[in-house]
């Protein structure tokens, strides 16, 4: 008697194939960047992808200064934070934001489509934001993606 043999097979730390992405953010809206970013860093793009593990990729964003938000968004979206104290909630707008640091916007929209555990926290790390299309990370040869 046959009997199929076909397995499902989960990634593990072990087996986990990670790249290195480069994308390019000019002129690009910022929620929809930051979609396709957390997809990748996730690893939901590829075949082998198990929602438990680190299995996604590690992504370069280059020109965060010339990202762009939609609409009234520049003014009117807040980033709120608090600093522990009585009393210390503190809100910046996105203006605000992008001029202490263009990065801060990308990755705080990457962060906030992240799972929000041990896991999320360990692929955050896999994200690396810069301003201009310099970048530290030539030694890796990422390939770059269009989003």
Known sequence: ME????KTIASNKSTVNKNWVIIDASHKVLGRLAS?????????HKPSFSAHVD???????????????????????????HTGYPGGQRKQTSKELYQKSPTLLIESAVRGMLPRNRLGRQLFKNLYAYVGTEHPHEAQKPKEVKI
């Not at 370069?60 to 968004?73: P, S, Y």
Request: charged share 30%.
């Open 55 to 81: 299995c996604g990729d590690n992504v370069i964003v280059i020109n965060a200064d010339k990202i762009r938000l939609t609409g009234k968004k520049w003014t009117d979206k807040l980033y709120i934070r």
């Open 36 to 44: 396709e970013v957390s997809k990748i860093i996730r690893g939901k």
């Open 3 to 6: 009997t199929l043999s076909y």
